[in-house]
């Protein structure tokens, strides 16, 4: 029988109107100052009337939760089901909200949407939000221009194409022409004289406070009734990867940082950016366009009458029909997108935090008939070097399966107990596993994992998730988002373990040789696994036991 709250008590609707009010006050009192200009205090009302709508909804899925899940016992079954029940309404409510209250709450979803370690009913339902952008009218954009730019744009732009090409929560991209053609960069199969702009949304700057502070409080106001669900480390992570994309500077440095990274590699491009048309809410780059494409028609670098089109396309990374269209093999762009992220996260320790499908685009150039175009350089990490180098202890343990080790790194990284989880989290397999690495676990450990979790609260997630470095938070994020278009590209585990291993060395000593090293280890690790089963065998085939391919590495090893 469904047990989810419908608020249908008078009594219960006063209360949340009352809590709506005072936490519209709360958030008025904090965000609306008496010398705000005419633009902040329109951007001020329009912030508490959507802060307003977040504290109903999020007081309204507290109340849910309480009165759903009263007097059941959390080891039943009838708990999990009405839970599972409540989290998808929930997740529907806040799909509504963010819908309804656009900009940062869009972007918020979306940044919980990639996050493996929530409930997989507000994954799935706020995914949908990836894909939606309604674009801000012209008459906006143009004063964002001007003030940034200059009054007479067309001192800079011999054309400016007034509809967007792309838009999202925080900014839309227009395509225009340079007023001084030979300012304009000409690279192999790129089209002269064309660029992209970035114009960040007017208003946007003091929306974002208003936002934030509205979020902080609601992460508050939920742990004062469900002390187990704390996410300030959520609210806190989100601010600081949104603040750095406010800023076009910061953005444009990354892009450059980037395409310095991986001069030397031929699979991977940056578009160019234009510094003297870039300022912190306008970015002038290179223009790439990217998107999903069907037979017959399709976005192009130029007029579709040109003949050689194939130089002036690019299509977006999980867009499968066109990649087949261009025998170009999803595997392959699998191989060579997980490679250049492993690169960035162990080597470099610079990297892209934002890999989803509209942010990398697929360019059917160069010498191995592909390269991939990196969009959207606001949300970058820095690694601490000592965590870097952590992290690749950690990669080199999961492959040894070193439980020793991880569980010493996991004190490292601030979370305990919690450490034995580590292998399940990025291998899939249980910390004292005997299966093959990349073929998934056996029956019997499947069934000893699932009482495992069972036994685990959102007590335990939170004291995790609030334990963890910031680093390795966006790791986590920036992981999941590539295991997705790794799925949707069809390749298979052992694809994304392998580069990881391989990185993970390369990252522990630069000059080495990565690929001989890897092999080296696999091949060492193998023999002792050869002699321990050897061994068994002698002692167990006897009673029955059939040890057949039991080696971690058989399905690793080329």
């Not at 869009?106 to 990639?114: P, S, T």
């Not at 935090?353 to 059917?364: F, R």
């Not at 004291?463 to 992981?479: G, K």
């Not at 522990?508 to 040789?513: A, F, H, I, V």
Request: aromatic share 10%; charged share 20%; hydrophobic share 40%.
């Amino acid at each position: 029988m469904r047990r989810i709250f419908k608020l249908p008590a008078t009594a219960a609707k006063t209360s949340l109107y009352l809590l709506t009010a005072a936490g519209a006050g709360a958030l008025a009192s904090q965000t609306i100052s008496p010398t705000l200009v005419p633009g902040e205090i329109r951007a001020g009302i329009s912030g508490i009337v959507r802060s307003s709508r977040a504290v109903w909804t999020i007081a309204s899925t507290v109340v849910d939760y309480k009165y759903s899940l009263h007097g059941l016992s959390e080891d039943s079954d009838d708990y999990r089901r009405v839970l599972s029940e409540v989290h998808l309404c929930s997740a529907k409510r806040i799909l509504q909200l963010c819908e309804a209250n656009k900009g940062f709450y869009v972007k918020a979803g979306q940044f919980v949407a990639a996050l493996r370690q929530v409930p997989k009913e507000y994954s799935s339902t706020l995914s949908s939000l990836q894909d939606q952008a309604v674009p801000c009218h012209f008459k906006a954009i143009k004063e964002v221009l001007t003030s940034s730019l200059g009054p007479d744009l067309l001192e800079i732009f011999l054309s400016f194409d007034e509809h967007p090409v792309a838009a999202a929560s925080i900014a839309q991209v227009h395509r225009a022409v340079l007023k001084d053609h030979q300012e304009v960069a000409v690279k192999v199969g790129q089209l002269c004289n064309v660029i992209s702009v970035r114009v960040q949304y007017p208003g946007l700057e003091h929306q974002f406070k208003i936002d934030i502070a509205a979020m902080s409080f609601l992460s508050k106001f939920v742990a004062l009734f469900f002390p187990e669900y704390r996410f300030g480390w959520l609210v806190s992570e989100f601010a600081e990867s949104v603040a750095l994309e406010l800023d076009f500077i910061h953005e444009a440095r990354n892009a450059e940082r980037t395409a310095r990274n991986f001069k030397n590699n031929t699979v991977v491009r940056v578009p160019h950016i234009f510094w003297d048309f870039t300022t912190r809410r306008v970015l002038t780059m290179e223009f790439c366009q990217g998107c999903k494409l069907k037979y017959g028609g399709g976005c192009f670098r130029h007029a579709s009458s040109t003949p050689d089109y194939q130089k002036f396309l690019s299509f977006q990374v999980d867009d499968l029909e066109f990649m087949i269209e261009m025998e170009i093999e999803p595997i392959k762009v699998a191989k060579a997108l997980v490679e250049v992220f492993a690169e960035m996260i162990f080597v470099h320790g610079f990297v892209h935090g934002d890999p989803h499908p509209g942010n990398i685009l697929v360019s059917p150039e160069g010498p191995n008939s592909f390269c991939l175009v990196l969009l959207d350089h606001g949300i970058y990490k820095e690694l601490d070097e000592g965590f870097r180098r952590d992290y690749c202890q950690l990669w080199k343990a999961l492959i040894l399966l070193d439980a020793n080790k991880i569980l010493q790194l996991g004190e490292r990284f601030g979370v305990g107990k919690y450490s034995r989880y580590f292998p399940l989290i990025f291998t899939g397999r249980t910390i004292d596993s005997k299966s093959a690495l990349g073929r998934g676990m056996s029956a019997e450990e499947r069934k000893n994992i699932k009482q495992d979790l069972q036994s685990l609260k959102m007590e335990d997630l939170s004291s995790f998730m609030e334990s963890l470095p910031s680093d390795f938070l966006m790791i986590l994020r920036t992981d999941g988002l590539l295991r997705s278009l790794l799925s949707k590209l069809g390749a298979p585990h052992r694809v994304r373990l392998l580069a990881y291993a391989k990185y993970a060395i390369q990252g522990l000593s630069p000059k080495s040789n990565p690929e001989s090293e890897l092999l080296e280890l696999l091949s060492w690790t193998e023999q002792v696994w050869h002699s321990l089963i050897k061994l068994l065998k002698q002692i167990l085939v006897p009673a029955g036991y059939r040890l057949r391919n039991l080696s971690p590495f058989y399905s690793l090893t080329p």
